[in-house]
């Protein structure tokens, strides 16, 4: 096997073109070779969901998934999430809310957010306590997080 | 502004992904360093051996015998070397031996296991009770980390003739801090001049702590040595001390190569070699007249310090001060202990102690209750601490104090009694699930203890910008409490500003004054109060020499910034930590005012029981307290919310298992903290009484949270299932089915 690639993927609606070794963690290949560090490493074995990122629209663990994984794919990082210096719903929610506070488990879990509410538009409390059971927060006691997807999803209320 | 819920200051950066951790910082041409360990708990190194197929010679490699200054962590007490020399003790199992750096950080790794150690083995002591009976000397002469008394009256004098003595062993188990971000160092070491000049970015609490150590590991003078403080990925103690060494490491490394170094550890060295929480045991024997008045109270309570002091001596202090708890008692005797053992030296960690004495106590509480056949809402009731009674040191309370009040508003909150009688009758039924209610009673010393605030003297100050903003000068750090916007919010009302008016400065040693250590709950209260002081003697300055008439509004407010830097070059206003007149301490007899007030607060949980699994959900959660006035209402029920979440999992879950002393289950995968599926929403109450030693009578809150679940925790599940021998905690499915089977095996 070829020692490097040219591993070509359409990031956060851009088409780029990176040379990586062929199992080299997306995770390192974001952060590292195109310098988008948004996304974080917290565990490196797919525990704490700090490097949630989407592949084709599917969550992953950027940690567990090699580069080679996602030539020619779609991938969206937080760094996607707002268009034209514009929050996202989600991430203005996040800020009004306190949904992030030392923010190291944020880009993760807005992204893992992102994804519950296109599949999900209108979640109770507990398929938002189910959908975001794999990202890790230490912070929050997950309130906020809770008050910020729900204002995006019910306006606010609880169900 | 005070009162109102500011957004977060950084949070735009945070949600879009731009706001900049250690191990974003790009830096060029870099080194990435990793930590030889020892393998042994204890022994003599005798050698270092570099194995077969690595090429060592590219590799920058740093010894014991390179260190230039002293090789010692400067702390509150200096014993524990940043890297161990031939014929030198080793004293853990993940004593830092030896460093490497390399470019490529894969070939690094790969070196740092090809490294092998020639090690005399001694025997080794691991556990407290090991400790306190001498098996082997590791430490002074007895093994004695710190040692405390507090002694108000003689309970000795009470035994004999109290109705009641009740006597009680309580074990609490080391808990991991589990920051998000793990710990981590960029280092440049420059020479200039023949001089040598090191900086060092980080993931750290306390900016002049790291400073204070560099210095003296290189022997420089303060202004040779700079410490930035990067965005936290979280920390909660467990980047109080530790930076000390690890920042230490990265600019030896980077002196040695004269390149920067980036030294990341991974989960898995995080949480097998920095500090957690300590480990302890408490004896508590309390006497109690016919009626449940506590008569007497004596505790012996012991902390497993592991292999250095580190944060000991001063956690084992607040940790003894709370013992007591909240309680009016006439006789009391604490005896409090930090025994070495051969461990990797537990540290700071919220709450500092606290947890540990209060889970015993209000654990201890319970079981009172129980014995004496008295409601445990009643028993504590009898016997809280009012306003004129006199705490353990002689402290004597000086407010307003209504107990009683609080604790019925927790009950009613979670529909305490109703609910009890509820679960009397469901329980009686067939089904696995059994349910309880229990709550705790507790507080929490605002700041540091004793004389420290006094010896700490600090400061921290305002200056004006050229725009005509204000920038806060403190080396106070955000970890995601909400530092930046509370201080923006309390100097925003000292100026009678707009809130945009006003952020803080990068807290980067060369800028910004020590405002102190960021730990103890002291930021808002402490340092805030500083800042109040600073930001009116600001406005005074601007009066005073012309530059602002008042009253004003915000743009002649501005103006008169801008017209006062551009007059002047440099608008700054200084303040300090002055001692409240009333606030005595005695170092020596540890009698007086512990802290200059207390947090108050009673926590109450709702458990369900599945005696098929031995599976503890938690219901409901009702967090009830009085911090003074809340200065940001949103942040403060973050701080809340979040720290009842880490004193639920360490309550129930978050088991530090280990060999030979070294965390064995040093992975997210096998310690368990709680996720979003597995609490309840927090209810938070928040009563307001303003204190006058705080910026618009705020008191501290961060650490006060960690308190008080635990004790509430184990008191439900001994609602739900009776009388139990639950006096440890983390109380884990399978501890929790042995005691039951305890007790149906007779």
């Known amino acids: ?159 | 502004m005070i009162g109102a819920s500011a957004h977060r200051k950084e949070g735009r950066a945070k949600v879009m992904g731009t706001a900049i951790y250690t191990d974003d910082k790009f830096v060029p041409n870099a080194l990435h360093g990793v930590t030889v360990r020892s393998q042994v708990p204890r022994g003599i190194l005798k050698g270092i051996h570099f194995g077969e197929g690595i090429p060592w010679a590219e590799f920058t490699i740093v010894t014991a015998a390179d260190i230039p200054g002293k090789n010692l962590v400067a702390s509150v007490v200096h014993d524990q070397p940043f890297l161990v020399g031939i014929g030198e003790a080793i004293t853990h199992m993940e004593q830092p031996i030896l460093l490497l750096a390399h470019p490529d950080r894969h070939l690094a790794e790969k070196a740092r296991l090809a490294v092998s150690l020639e090690v005399e083995e001694l025997p080794a002591i691991l556990d407290i009770q090991a400790s306190l009976d001498l098996e082997q000397v590791i430490y002074g002469t007895h093994n004695l980390l710190k040692e405390i008394r507090i002694q108000k009256g003689d309970p000795a004098t009470v035994w004999e003739r109290a109705a009641h003595v009740i006597e009680g062993e309580y074990f609490t188990g080391a808990q991991e801090q589990m920051y998000l971000e793990t710990n981590a160092m960029v280092a440049v070491v420059e020479e200039k001049d023949a001089q040598t000049w090191v900086t060092v970015w980080g993931s750290l609490q306390c900016p002049y702590y790291v400073h204070g150590a560099l210095k003296q590991l290189f022997g420089l003078p303060e202004e040779r040595v700079r410490v930035v403080a990067m965005e936290m990925g979280g920390a909660f103690g467990g980047k109080e001390d530790y930076p000390s060494v690890n920042g230490g490491h990265a600019a030896l490394l980077a002196w040695k190569s004269g390149r920067p170094v980036k030294l990341i550890y991974d989960r898995e060295e995080d949480l097998a070699c920095t500090t957690k929480r300590h480990p302890s045991r408490s004896r508590l024997k309390t006497a109690f007249d016919a009626e449940g008045m506590l008569l007497a109270l004596e505790t012996d309570f012991v902390l497993d310090g592991g292999a250095y002091a580190t944060m000991s001596p001063v956690v084992l202090s607040r940790g003894a001060i709370h013992a007591a708890g909240l309680y009016r008692c006439p006789h009391v005797k604490v005896h409090a202990r930090a025994v070495a053992t051969n461990t990797p030296p537990p540290g700071a960690f919220r709450g500092f102690g606290a947890p540990q004495s209060l889970f015993a106590m209000e654990r201890h509480m319970d079981v009172c209750a129980r014995k004496l056949g008295l409601d445990p809402v009643e028993l504590r009731r009898k016997n809280f601490l009012r306003m004129g009674d006199t705490m353990a040191t002689g402290q004597v309370i000086r407010e307003d104090l209504d107990l009683g009040g609080l604790m019925d508003r927790a009950l009613a909150e979670i529909g305490y009694h109703d609910k009890r009688a509820a679960h009397a009758i469901t329980n009686q039924g067939e089904g696995p699930i059994k349910r309880g209610l229990g709550f705790s009673v507790f507080m929490h010393g605002c700041g540091f203890t004793g004389s420290g605030e006094s010896y700490l003297a600090s400061v921290a100050g305002v200056e004006g910008l050229a725009d005509g903003t204000v920038s806060i000068l403190a080396a106070s750090t955000e970890m995601g409490q909400g530092k930046n916007t509370v201080f923006s919010q309390i100097v925003a009302e000292a100026l009678k500003v707009p809130f945009d008016m006003v952020d803080v400065a990068e807290v980067d040693t060369d800028r910004v004054p020590n405002s102190g250590p960021t730990v103890a709950s002291r930021s808002t209260m402490m340092v805030g109060r500083i800042l109040e002081d600073a930001a009116i003697g600001f406005k005074q300055a601007l009066v005073q020499q012309g530059f602002l008439q008042e009253p004003y509004t915000a743009d002649a407010f501005r103006a008169a910034v801008a017209r006062a830097v551009e007059s002047l070059g440099s608008v700054k206003c200084y303040g300090q930590y002055h001692r409240p007149p009333n606030i005595i301490w005695n170092d020596s007899t540890y009698q007086g005012d512990a802290y200059p007030t207390y947090s108050w607060a009673c926590y109450a949980a709702e458990v369900a029981v599945d005696l098929d699994t031995y599976e503890v959900k938690v219901e409901d959660f009702v967090a009830v307290q009085e911090v003074g006035r809340v200065v940001n209402p949103r942040l403060a029920a973050g701080q809340v919310e979040g720290g009842v979440a880490q004193g639920i999992g360490w309550g129930l879950w978050e088991e530090v298992t280990t060999k030979q002393g070294r965390m064995i289950n040093n992975q997210m995968t096998n310690y368990i903290i709680p996720t979003s599926a597995d609490l309840p929403r927090i209810k938070v109450v928040f009563l307001e009484n303003a204190h006058p030693a705080g910026p618009g009578g705020a008191k501290g809150i961060g650490e006060l949270p960690m308190d008080g679940p635990a004790p509430a925790l184990v008191n439900a599940l001994e609602a739900a299932l009776g009388p139990l021998r639950l006096d440890e905690v983390p109380m884990t499915p399978e501890r929790l089915m042995a005691r039951c089977e305890e007790v149906a095996n007779g």
Request: net charge negative; hydrophobic share 40%; with cysteine.
């Open chain 1, 1 to 159: 096997m070829a020692d490097r690639i040219t591993l070509v993927m359409n990031l956060n609606g851009e088409e780029r073109s990176v040379q990586v070794h062929p199992f080299a963690r997306l995770l390192d290949v974001l952060r590292e070779d195109l310098r988008l560090t948004g996304t974080k490493e917290g565990c490196g074995e797919g525990e704490c969901g700090a490097c949630t990122v989407l592949v084709d629209g599917q969550v992953v663990n950027s940690c567990l998934v090699p580069a080679i994984q996602v030539q020619g794919a779609e991938v969206i990082t937080v760094e996607g999430l707002a268009r034209g210096g514009e929050l996202s719903p989600l991430q203005a929610a996040f800020v009004a809310h306190n949904g992030a506070q030392c923010g190291f488990c944020t880009p993760g879990m807005l992204v893992a957010a992102t994804d519950l509410l296109h599949r999900c538009p209108h979640p109770t409390d507990d398929e938002v306590r189910d959908g975001l059971a794999g990202n890790l927060c230490r912070c929050t006691g997950y309130s906020k997080i809770l008050d910020a997807v729900q204002t995006v999803a019910n306006g606010g209320s609880s169900k």
